[in-house]
Structure formats: C-alpha cells, structure tokens
C-alpha cells in the first residue's frame, strides 16, 4: 500500500541526549496504526516530530510524498494533519459547540471575533452540530467544557481534531484517565470513524489497542523495536516478554 504519511530515519536529539535514534514509520490510507512502547520511550516526542513541533535533527517527514520537515505545526496542521494531546487542550470556558467552532477551516481563515462569527453564522453551528453527533455529543452542544465529564471531554477532543477535516489524526493516549465504560465508548467512536481517515494512537491500553488496530508499531529507546498486525505482535518474543504484551 502507498503511504500517507511516512517518517523516514528520524532522529531527534535535545542537546547531547538522543531521544529518538532512528524511526521509520509508515502509516496508509485509511489504516488505523498504534504505537505502544514504556514510559519515556519517545513515543510523544516522536508525534511532536511529525507534528511540526520539533525539527528532527535527522531524516524526513512526508505527507502524501511531499516533504514537511521543518515545517510549522500550523502549516503542517493546514495540510490535513491533526493531532490531539496526552493533556487535555480545551477551552474550558467555551461550550461544547464553540470549542468545535474555532477549530473550523473557514472560521480560521475569515479571523474576525469568534463570538460574533457564530452568532452570525449558523452554518459554522450546523456544521459544528454534525461534528458533536459524530463523536457522540448530540444534544450537548451548549455546554460548557469544563461541565463535560472526563469521557466526553476526551470525544470533544476527537471532535476538535477532526473540525479541520484532517486526512491523517494523531492521538496521543486517547484513553488515559478513563474507566471501563469512558474506554469502551471511546473504542466504538475510534471504530466508527475508522476507515475515514488514517488515525495512528499512542496507547498503553493493549486491549483497546489490539481490538482496533490494522498494524501496531513498538517503540523502545528511540527505536522501532517491532512491528506488524495485532496477532504478529502477540507471537512477538520481545512483546511476550515485556509487560507490554499482557493484555490487562
Ligand atoms: N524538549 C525536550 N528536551 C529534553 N528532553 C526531552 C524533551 N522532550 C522529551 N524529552 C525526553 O525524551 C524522553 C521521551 O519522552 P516522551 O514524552 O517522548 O516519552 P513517551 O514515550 O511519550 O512516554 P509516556 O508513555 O510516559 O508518555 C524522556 O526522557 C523525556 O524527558
Ligand atoms: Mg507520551
């Protein structure tokens, strides 16, 4: 399969210290990739890599074969790359609906006071109303993000990422802090948007991992230790030694 999105012997290193040696990733059309790996193993940085909030020190970032290395998060976020992070990045005084409604394209390019914008135009709330329904939140489009519970905080997250119609979303441990039932619902709205777009997660949750992944890439020092399908990496020796392998 062609790649999207593809990293190509990224290296990144903060002063003497070498967080990520050499990382090649691909990541198709429409497939849905984990990425699992310790603590401290370089999983977030590396999204900050693609992302555009770190210029590697080495190697390439390409999107749909056009180089993006170096390039801003925004001018990279404008080409269809989305991204959500492992603290939570709401506007917590904004509702539901306006926390979706700053992140629209046409908002963003129009710039004027988002107060006025979506008073005056409701095409930017209708779009925003199909948005909340996608991720699960019909109905609670005028409430306050700080008044969401934690589980439909994270879907308001999922739902500001995808504001920009992005081609490609990066979760970084989408179910962190979430119960059973949070990860659950989160498992079934990542299942329904799959296919759609290409989504690669960061997750220590192996079983929400291997229930929804196409392929699952592990990294450890800075590395891709290991690679391939769900069942691949349940026979991976390395895997089944770690306690990564234990499905909770
Ligand atoms: N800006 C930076 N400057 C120096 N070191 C950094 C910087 N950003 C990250 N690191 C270091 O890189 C290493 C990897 O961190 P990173 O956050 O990428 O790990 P992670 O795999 O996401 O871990 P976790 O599972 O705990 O989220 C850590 O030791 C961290 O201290
Ligand atoms: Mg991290």
């Not at 001018?75 to 609906?97: P, Y």
């Not at 709205?189 to 192996?206: A, N």
């Not at 079983?207 to 290991?226: C, E, K, P, T, Y």
């Amino acid at each position: 399969m062609s790649a999207l999105f593809e990293a190509d012997r990224l290296q990144m290193r903060f002063g003497n210290r070498i967080v990520l040696e050499d990382i090649t990733l691909r990541f198709g059309p429409g497939e849905l990739c984990g990425i699992m790996g310790p603590n401290g193993a370089g999983k977030t940085t590396c999204f900050n890599v693609l992302t555009g909030r770190y210029r590697p020190s080495r190697g390439q970032v390409r999107l749909d074969g056009e180089d993006i290395t170096g390039l801003r998060p925004h001018e990279i976020a404008r080409k269809g790359v989305s991204r959500s992070f492992q603290i939570m990045n709401l506007f917590n005084d904004f509702t539901a609906r306006d926390n979706i409604v700053t992140a629209l394209p046409g908002l963003r390019r129009r710039g004027f006071d988002v107060s006025h914008a979506v008073a005056a135009n409701s095409a930017f709330a209708d779009q925003a109303e199909v948005l909340l329904e996608r991720v699960g939140l019909a109905g609670k489009g005028g409430v306050l993000a700080r008044s969401l519970s934690y589980g439909d905080r994270r879907a308001l997250e999922i739902g500001v990422a995808l504001a920009a119609a992005p081609r490609i979303l990066f979760l970084d441990e989408p179910t962190s802090g979430l119960g059973s039932d949070g990860t659950a619902r989160l498992a079934a709205l990542i299942g329904s948007l799959k296919g759609q777009l290409t989504i690669v997660i960061i997750e220590h949750d192996m079983r929400f991992l291997f229930s929804l992944a196409d392929r699952i890439s592990v990294i450890h020092w800075g590395q891709v230790l290991a690679q391939g399908t769900p069942q691949m990496l349940r026979d991976n020796e390395w895997v089944r030694n770690s306690n990564l392998g234990k499905l909770q």
